[in-house]
């Protein structure tokens, strides 16, 4: 349930209503835009129902909120939300924020030599993962905390932002001291403990979409977070399962003007997981950014014959140059910066 106050509505009015409604055992949400300021109720509505909300001095209107996923919500919200990563760099506004790195973290001096290279080209959030969800058990897991310590210093070296996975609600604490922002990936979507857990963090959360998940259960998945009161949630579409095996995955461009209308958060696209090919980055990139998303997740890597993981799908530091001038000239079309 939204509560949409008055334009001219008072701070004493608002702070009523809040009581109220927490007596009331809801927990409300209170979000101010340019034109109003609206309060979201999350709870049992029924108890509402006997409450007439829209007899409080300073309400306009008391209206249902349709979509499961409320905080998610454009109902809930209208406006983009424009998360802040640190380091000064913020997303969904009109700057495209491109993030780039190795998929794993392999060792201090790669590291360094990948993030100098993105750097370059203009980057400023460097990713790579310390604990690697692998299909195999036998298959390179991540160096875990010593991977987490060279990502924080590269990333203090460079003032880059930090992108990095947690698999574990245990690992919560231990990563998010180390990295800006806390990416969960798709195999952990649905892990709605380790939701809960981030959701208790303020650290701004990467939510990838789960491999077989629709749109509503990734919506949903968010709205764990939200709900736990930590609203810096960025959306990644990074490819669904479908029949088709030429690519990875098949990367759900409609997904992202879809969740940009039913959602406020902002989308981002990892063409790097969706392909499974470097070859097919490129055009991937510049599609995802032409249907309007805030942001590309891309795996770079120097010498990607010898990567630990992905490097079927990494960029060579050239490709990746190339790939940055040529989406410089794309934005302009779309007045978008990048
Ligand atoms: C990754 O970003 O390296 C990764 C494992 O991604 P996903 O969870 O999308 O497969
Ligand atoms: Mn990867």
């Not at 650290?203 to 977070?225: F, N």
């Not at 930590?230 to 992202?256: H, K, M, Q």
Request: charged letters at 25%; one cysteine or more.
């Amino acid at each position: 349930m939204i509560i949409v106050l008055q334009r001219n509505a008072t701070q004493e009015q608002m702070d009523y209503i809040i009581e109220r409604v927490k007596k009331l055992g809801l927990t409300p949400h209170v979000s101010r835009g340019v034109e109003r300021t609206i309060i979201g109720v999350i709870g049992p509505e029924d108890i509402l129902r006997v409450t007439p909300l829209e007899a409080f001095p300073g309400v306009e209107k008391v209206l249902p909120v349709l979509a499961p996923y409320r905080l998610v919500s454009r109902e809930f919200k209208a406006e983009s939300s424009i998360i802040e990563l640190g380091k000064g760099v913020r997303i969904g506004d009109r700057e495209i924020i491109v993030m780039a790195g190795p998929c794993a973290i392999e060792n201090l001096e790669i590291l360094r030599e990948i993030a100098l290279t993105i750097k370059e080209k203009g980057v400023r959030v460097l990713r790579g993962g310390a604990f690697k969800p692998r299909t195999s058990p036998y298959s390179f897991q991540g160096l875990g905390k010593k991977g987490l310590e060279y990502l924080k210093q590269v990333g203090d070296e460079l003032g880059m932002v930090t992108v990095t996975e947690v698999m574990d609600p245990r690992d919560v604490e231990l990563v998010a001291g180390y990295t800006d922002v806390l990416q969960i990936g798709a195999r952990n979507m649905q892990n709605f403990n380790l939701l809960r857990e981030v959701g208790a963090t303020q650290k701004p959360i990467l939510l990838k979409r789960g491999m077989s998940s629709t749109i509503k259960e990734w919506l949903m998945s968010a709205e764990y977070i939200l709900s736990e009161g930590n609203f810096n949630v960025i959306l990644c579409e990074r490819g669904i399962r479908t029949f088709e095996d030429f690519t990875r995955n098949t990367l759900d461009v409609s997904a992202v003007p879809a969740v940009k209308q039913l959602s406020h958060l902002p989308v981002i696209v990892d063409p790097s997981h969706a392909a499974g090919k470097w070859n097919l980055i490129s055009p991937l990139s510049k599609a995802a950014v032409a249907a309007g998303c805030d942001g590309l997740i891309i795996e770079v890597h120097t010498h990607p014959e010898e990567a630990l993981s992905d490097g079927a799908q990494s960029l060579i530091p050239e490709r990746f140059t190339k790939l940055m001038e040529e989406l410089r000239v794309l934005v302009k079309a779309i007045d978008r910066d990048i």
